[in-house]
C-alpha cells in the first residue's frame, strides 16, 4: 500500500507541477500579448503542439458540445487546419486584419494584413523562418529551403544561377511536349466518346515530374502508352537523359525496386510516415504502408545519389548540358570541377572534399527540395485551372479565344517562346493562373518568427505594436488573397448558394473570377495582350547578389493588388526560386490543352453517354448542374495540406473534347 500511495503522490506531484508551469507560461504570454497592442484571442492549446497536431480531431467534436459561450471565439482557432476551413471569417468577426492567438504553449500572430506582411518579407533578418519546421525538407540533406542566415545566403548563391529567362525556352519546349503527351493519353476515343479522366491530378502530377526531370535533370520521362522510345525501360517507365544535345537512354546502374517516378511519387504520398517515424522503426514495423515508405525513401536516394555521381563525373570529363541542369549547377556552384581529382566512393553520406562549398547531402538534399517544389506546386496550379474552368463554360470560350489571337492558327509545332509566352502572361491565360493561385495559393500559411530573447517592433493597421521573441507569425496567404481591402469586389453571383457559409459572404472573393484581374473589365473590354511584365529583369543590388527577382507576380496589364496582398509565391528575399520557371510550365500547359480542346464535368454519375445525347439543352443543364454541385463541395471540404494544398479527398472526373463537340456548351 506504502508503494501505491508513493506512486499516487508523484503523480500528483507531477501533474500539479505540470498544472503550475503551464500556468506560469499562460500568464506570461498573456503579459506580452497585451504589451503588444494586437488584438488577441485567448486558446487553452497551442495548436501546432505535436500532440494536439496528432488527435486533435478526437477532442473537437467533445469541445464544441460544450456551451457556446464557454469555447467561442477560439474552439475553431485550435484546430490546425482552419486557415483553409475559416479562410477570412475570424478577421471579419474580429474586425482586424491582423490577431493573435494566446496559449501556454507560445503565441502566434496571424495576418491577412498587406502592410504588415510587406514588413515582416523585406525585414528577414528581424524575422526568419522557423528552420525547426523544415526539417521534414531535409530527408536528404540540408537545403537552401531549411536553411536561415549566412547558410541561407551560402545555399541561395549556389542554387539561384540556373534560374534565368534563358533557360526558361527549355521549360517552355518540354512543357508542351509533355502536355501534348499527357493530352493524346485523355483523349482516346473509346467507343462512340472521349475517355473520362478520373483522376487528373494524378497526371498533373506526372506531367510536372516529366518537366523538372527533363528541364532542370537532363532526363526525359516517356508518357506511358503514348510514347515510343529506345529508352531503358525501369518497371513500366521509359527514360532518356540529354548528352550534348542529343537524348540517348539513361543508365541508372543500381538495383532498383521501383521505377524513378513511382519511387518518387509514393515517398511524396507517405511523406508523413518518413517525416515523423525513424527510419530504423520504419523499416521493421509490420504494416504495408511503413514499409512502402520505407522502400520508397531508400530507392529515391538510390536515384539521387547516382544522378549525382553521373553529373560528377561529366563535370570531370568537361560536359556541359543545355538548360537549367540544376544537379550541374549545384555540382558545380559546390566548387566540384573538371580540375578535381573524380572519385566515385566519395559519395558517402557526409564525406566531401574540403574544397566543396556544399556537402555530398548538401547536394542531394537541394536536388531534392527542386524536385518537390518544382512539380507538386505547379501540378496543383493545372489540375485547378482546368477544374475551375471546367465550372465556367463562358470564361473557358473566352480563353480559347484569346489563345486563337494569340496563336493564330499556328500550329504548336511554330509556336515561339520569344512571342507567345509574353501574350499568354499578359493575356487571359496569365489570368487564370493569376486567379486559380489567388483562390488555392501551394501553401495556406507562410510562417516566420521572432527570435527568442528579440522583440521586434511593426506597425499594425497604423498603430505601434510590438512582437516579442520566441512568438510565431503566420502569413496567411488563404485569407489576404480573400481580404476585400486588397482586391476588387462585386456582389455574390448566387446569393442563395454561397462558395463559403461564412467568409465574403457579401463579395464575390470566394469566387473564381479571372476578370478580376483585368483592368478594363467592368467596361467590358479585355486587357491588351502583349503589356505585361513578364520578361522584366530588375534587381537590388542585395537581391542581384542572391539571385532573387524583385519584379512582379502580375503583368502589367493587370490589376495590381497591394504589395503583400498577392503572395503565392512568397515574397522578398526568400521568394521561390522558380516562380518564373512554374509560369511558364502551367501556360505553356493550358495553351496547349485549350488551343485545340475544351474541358468538361463528366456526368457518369448521373446519366450514360447515350441518355446525354438524348436530351435537350435544359435537361442537360440539370445533370451538368449536379456534377457542378459535387465539384464545388470537393473544392470546398476536400481539401487538405500535407506539404502543399490539394485535394485530398475524392476527385472530379473531367473529360476532354475537341473544339465545338462539347456537350455542355452554357456559355
Known sequence: ????????????????????????????????????????????????????????WLWLPCLHKLPHRWIYPWIDLVNPEWPWNLQFTPFQDLGVDTFMTVSPGANIVWTAEAAVIQQVTTRRNDFPKPTYLYKSVDLFGKNVVSAEGQMWRHHRKITSPPFTEKNNHLVWTESIHQAQSMLRSWVTEIGNGPQTVKKVADDTMRLSLHVISRAGFGIRLLWPGVEDSNGKDIGNERMEALDHGVMKKINFSGDHRLSYTDALGTLLHNLLWVMFVPGFLLKHLPFKTTKVSYTSFIEWGKYMEEMYQIKKAEVAAGKE????????????????????????????????????????????????????????????????????????????????????????????????????????????????????????????????????????????????????????????????HRNPRNWPTGPPSDPANLIHPTSNTNNDLEEFKPERWLIESSHGKQAPNGRNSFNETARSSESDDLGVNTTSDTASAFFRPPKGAYIPFSDGYRACLGRRFAQVEVLAVLAVIFFGYSVELAVDKYASDDKVDEMDSSEKREVWMKAEAEARDLLRNGMGTMITLQMRKGSIPLRFVKRGKERFDFA
Request: net charge neutral; aromatic share 10%.
Open 1 to 56: 500500500m506504502s508503494a501505491f500511495l508513493a506512486l499516487v503522490l508523484v503523480f500528483l506531484t507531477l501533474t500539479i507541477s505540470y498544472l503550475l508551469s503551464t500556468y506560469r507560461a499562460f500568464i506570461r504570454n498573456l503579459a506580452e500579448a497585451k504589451a503588444s497592442n494586437i488584438t488577441y484571442v485567448l486558446t487553452p492549446v497551442y495548436a501546432f503542439q505535436t500532440f494536439w497536431l496528432l488527435t486533435h
Open 321 to 480: 548540358q543545355e538548360g537549367l541542369d540544376l544537379m550541374g549547377a549545384l555540382v558545380k556552384g559546390a566548387g566540384i570541377t573538371s580540375q578535381m581529382e573524380y572519385q566515385p566512393s566519395s559519395l558517402e553520406k557526409g564525406n566531401a572534399s574540403s574544397r566543396q562549398l556544399l556537402t555530398d547531402d548538401e547536394i542531394i538534399g537541394n536536388a531534392f527540395v527542386f524536385i518537390l517544389a518544382g512539380h507538386e506546386t505547379t501540378a496543383n496550379a493545372i489540375h485547378f485551372s482546368l477544374l475551375y474552368l471546367a465550372m465556367d463554360i463562358t470564361f473557358q470560350r473566352r480563353l480559347q479565344k484569346d489563345l486563337d489571337h494569340i496563336f493564330q492558327d499556328k500550329p504548336i509545332s511554330e509556336w515561339d517562346y520569344e512571342r507567345d509566352m509574353p501574350k499568354l502572361f499578359g493575356g487571359l491565360a496569365g489570368a487564370v493562373l493569376n486567379e486559380v493561385l489567388r483562390l488555392v495559393p501551394p501553401v495556406v500559411s507562410i510562417p516566420k518568427c521572432t527570435l527568442e530573447g528579440q522583440r521586434q517592433g511593426i506597425i499594425v493597421d497604423g498603430k505601434k505594436c510590438l512582437i516579442f521573441g520566441g512568438t510565431r507569425i503566420n502569413l496567411l496567404s488563404i485569407a489576404t
